[in-house]
């Protein structure tokens, strides 16, 4: 399951995600419908969920900051909101890495991705390790 942070509303990326992308792709928005959801709350929302990857473009709220557990995996995506159209195509080359391809591999990682390096941290590796992005 991805769950897309709500700033990612209205740019049809559930739509071009979806064209490759067979799981459910949900905004946070609809985990808890008619509220508003601050960032802090996003791990307990991530947390009721089944093996959910949560994709971000805020990544100085969320790397090196988000509460981890081994029920999910977020990925904070190092652009600006004027290159928004540029995240599908780096998502499936994070889901294509070797490192990451499957959700037991990315469940309890937070990631950080720039066009060219996937950096990330775990649960049990707190250590930043930084690999390319293929």
């Given at each position: 399951m991805l769950v897309l942070d709500e700033q990612l509303l209205g740019r049809g990326l559930e739509t071009v995600l979806g064209r490759w992308y067979h799981g459910p792709i949900l905004f946070i928005t609809e985990l808890r419908p008619n509220t508003i959801i601050k960032d802090e709350a996003i791990p307990t929302l991530l947390h009721q969920q089944h093996s959910a990857?949560?994709?971000?473009?805020?990544?100085?709220?969320?790397?090196?900051?988000?509460?981890?557990?081994?029920?999910?995996?977020?990925?904070?995506?190092?652009?600006?909101?004027s290159q928004v159209s540029e995240l599908p195509a780096l998502l499936r080359a994070v889901l294509r890495?070797?490192?990451?391809h499957t959700k037991a591999q990315r469940m309890g990682k937070v990631l950080?991705?720039?066009?060219?390096?996937?950096?990330?941290?775990?649960?049990?590796?707190?250590?930043?390790?930084?690999?390319?992005?293929?």
């Open positions: 990857t949560f994709i971000t473009i805020n990544e100085s709220d969320f790397w090196r900051r988000v509460v981890m557990a081994r029920h999910y995996c977020v990925i904070c995506f190092a652009l600006p909101d890495h070797p490192l990451f950080r991705v720039t066009r060219t390096t996937i950096s990330y941290y775990s649960l049990r590796e707190r250590q930043v390790q930084s690999v390319a992005l293929q």
